[in-house]
C-alpha cells in the first residue's frame, strides 16, 4: 500500500523568504506526482505534475522535484507572497492502483507573514 | 473548458436522511473519481468511473453509498441513511485518461455536514 508523508505539518514564513516543502513515498513505482494548493473549504488546484521519466517541473515561482529511487519530491517557492498562504498536497498515482487513483499526504498549512 | 462543477456546494443533513451529490466533469474527459476528505486529512479514494463504467471501489465505501454514471456524463453519489461521520468535504475529479496524461482535475466540492 503506498503510504504519502509530508514534512512539516505547518510552516510559517515572513513574506519574501524562499522555502521548501518535502514529500516522501513508500512505494516508487509511480506514474506521476502532482503538487496542488488548497484553500480553506475550497476545492484543489493543480499546481504542477512530475511524470515518472521528469525530475522536475517549473511554474512561474514554482519547482518541483521528483526522485523515484529515494521516494520524494520537494516543491520549492521563491521569494513566497501572502497569497501563497494555503495548505499544499502532494500526490501520485502507483503503478499498484489499477485506476490510477491518487494518494495524497496530509499536507503543509503554510503561513506567509507580511 | 469550464472545469469540474460541484452540486450542491454545501449540504446541511440530520442523521438518517438521504443525501445525493452531483458532478459535472470537463466535456471529453472519461476518467471520473470521487474522494473523501475530512479535516485534517489529504483526500481519499472512494470510487472510479471510465465512461459510465464504476471500475473500482475502496472499501471507504460502504453499502450505503452508491455512485453512478449514466451516459459516462455527469456522475452522482449517493449516501443512504447519513451517519455523523459522513461529515466531511466530497470532492470530484475527471482526467483524459490517454496513455501518459493522468493529470486529475478537482472541482470545488460539497460539503456534507450531518446534525
Known amino acids: 500500500k503506498q503510504e504519502v508523508t509530508q514534512i512539516p505539518a505547518a510552516l510559517s514564513v515572513p513574506e519574501g523568504e524562499n522555502l521548501v516543502l518535502n514529500c516522501s513515498f513508500t512505494?516508487?513505482?509511480?506514474?506521476?506526482l502532482q503538487w496542488f494548493r488548497q484553500d480553506p473549504g475550497k476545492g484543489l488546484t493543480s499546481l504542477l505534475l512530475?511524470?515518472?521519466?521528469?525530475r522536475e517541473q517549473t511554474s512561474g515561482r514554482l519547482n518541483a522535484s521528483l526522485d523515484k529511487s529515494s521516494g520524494r519530491s520537494t516543491l520549492y517557492i521563491a521569494a513566497s507572497q501572502p497569497g501563497d498562504s494555503a495548505t499544499y498536497l502532494c500526490?501520485?498515482?502507483?503503478?499498484?492502483?489499477?485506476?490510477?487513483?491518487?494518494?495524497f499526504g496530509k499536507g503543509t498549512k503554510l503561513s506567509v507573514i507580511p | 473548458d469550464t472545469g469540474v462543477s460541484q452540486d450542491p456546494r454545501h449540504k446541511i443533513t440530520k442523521r438518517g436522511q438521504n443525501v445525493t451529490f452531483r458532478c459535472d466533469p470537463i466535456?471529453?474527459?472519461?476518467?471520473l473519481y470521487w474522494y473523501r476528505q475530512t479535516l485534517g486529512q489529504g483526500p481519499e479514494f472512494l470510487t472510479y468511473?471510465?465512461?459510465?463504467?464504476?471500475?473500482?471501489k475502496s472499501r471507504l465505501l460502504s453499502d450505503r453509498f452508491s455512485a453512478e454514471r449514466p451516459k459516462g456524463s455527469f456522475s452522482t453519489l449517493e449516501i443512504q441513511r447519513t451517519e455523523q461521520g459522513d461529515s466531511a468535504m466530497y470532492l470530484c475529479?475527471?482526467?483524459?485518461?490517454?496513455?501518459?496524461?493522468?493529470?486529475?482535475?478537482f472541482g470545488p466540492g460539497t460539503r456534507l455536514t450531518v446534525t
Open positions: 512505494d516508487s513505482a509511480i506514474y506521476n
Open positions: 475529479a475527471s482526467s483524459r485518461g490517454r496513455t501518459i496524461d493522468y493529470e486529475q482535475y
Open positions: 468511473f471510465q465512461n459510465e463504467a464504476q471500475l473500482e
Open positions: 500526490a501520485n498515482q502507483y503503478s499498484g492502483a489499477g485506476s490510477y487513483q491518487l494518494t
Open positions: 466535456s471529453e474527459h472519461n476518467r
Open positions: 512530475i511524470q515518472s521519466s521528469q
